[in-house]
């Protein structure tokens, strides 16, 4: 036998064989120090509440990411490359950007049935009545016009969303950076719409609150929630909901297709009673729930917080949502968007 083809003695093999049971047996006795499986939340850094949040359940993670379009690409990568997460949390436009099909229902009707009525089609994200909910709408919010150390266009708050039309705003107003919202604002009226043109210091939702306190705007069309918080501490800022209504975001969570894990039901609905209700209330964040729930909580608010967080019946009534829109519709409204563009 050649020297380098050793034969192994027996103790040797002995000595290898109860080596090998204990590797084969090392695996199973780390088990409990092995990393846990997580379900993974992705959201947009600030769009859940941190009190919410920090309830989370194991093994469910919050995976915070800077905007939404990263969401939008994690969704897509998930398509071929890698697990989708098992849920996310987007705005209705962002959601309805997505092809339907990306989103499995959501089976949770028990949850769902404690909404509002009006919820139910932005929990079906604007589908057919009698389509599967796919969505869990857990907050709303209007759009509304803040204004900063303008009293005497507060007082002209009956005239609604045509105070953004007045001269002395013009290159002092900030709008949305959506074109459908500034749209929906005039009514889809093309004169208003090319008036509306005229008027803005930018449009950039993003940034229209620090454009609006650090004094380089005096308006800003955004949504309620984002001023709630602010309004208890600055005095400077009022804010004007129309009465004939305004459009409405909408905060929702979403089952990606191919996520298994069953969504942590017991920790949503934690946003649709007390003790967090209140906190949530307090910061903006405004479940659909039914009148009669939000009522009472509104009431502790000094008005008029309290009658911007609820705002009157009629007043809700006349608010809209905006539902996704047909490629020939979003066309249409480029043209009309660009035709209203003010002449160099």
């Known amino acids: 036998m050649s020297p380098s083809n050793p034969v192994l003695r ?26 846990q499986p997580t379900e993974e939340l992705l959201h947009v850094s600030g769009a859940l509440p941190g009190a919410w949040l920090r309830l989370l359940p194991r093994p469910w993670r919050a995976r915070p990411l800077p905007e939404p379009q990263a969401i939008s690409a994690r969704l897509t990568a998930a398509e071929t490359q890698s697990p989708p997460p098992a849920l996310v949390a987007l705005g209705d436009g962002w959601a309805t950007a ?27 994200l604007f589908a057919a009545a009698g389509a599967p909910a796919v969505a869990f ?7 509304v016009l803040a204004l900063r150390l303008r009293p005497a266009l507060a007082a002209r708050a009956e005239e ?4 953004l039309l007045d001269p002395s705003l013009r290159g002092k107003l900030v709008l949305p950076s959506s074109p459908r919202v500034c749209v929906e604002l005039m009514g889809r009226d093309f004169d208003r719409i090319a ?14 609150l620090n454009l609006l306190l650090a004094g380089g705007a005096e308006a800003a069309v955004v949504p309620l929630r984002t001023l709630i918080p602010l309004l208890r501490r600055d005095p400077r800022l ?13 905060q929702l969570l979403l089952r990606p297709q191919g996520a298994e894990a069953a969504p942590p039901r017991d920790w949503m609905a934690l946003a649709l009673e007390a003790p967090l209700l209140p906190a949530l ?50 066309l249409a409204l480029q043209t009309v968007w660009d035709a209203a563009a003010p002449s160099s």
């Open 98 to 124: 997505q092809p339907p099909q990306r989103w499995r229902p959501l089976q949770m009707e028990a949850l769902l049935d404690r909404l509002a009525e009006w919820a139910q089609p932005a929990a079906r």
């Open 195 to 208: 008036a509306l043109r005229r008027q803005p210091l930018a449009y950039d939702d993003r940034n229209a």
């Open 160 to 163: 609604g969303w045509s105070l």
């Open 281 to 330: 209330l307090q910061n903006g964040w405004v479940p659909p729930l039914p009148r009669s729930v939000l009522e009472p909580l509104a009431a502790r608010f000094p008005e008029p917080t309290a009658s911007l967080l609820l705002p009157p019946q009629a007043v809700l009534e006349r608010c809209w949502s905006l539902p996704p829109l047909s490629v020939p519709e979003q």
């Open 238 to 250: 009022a804010v004007v909901l129309p009465p004939a209504g305004a459009p409405l975001t909408w």
């Open 10 to 35: 027996r103790r040797q093999l002995l000595r290898l064989g109860a080596a090998g049971v204990g590797l084969l047996a090392l695996p199973a006795g780390l088990a409990g120090c092995r990393p």
């Open 137 to 143: 709408p857990w907050a709303f919010s209007p759009w």
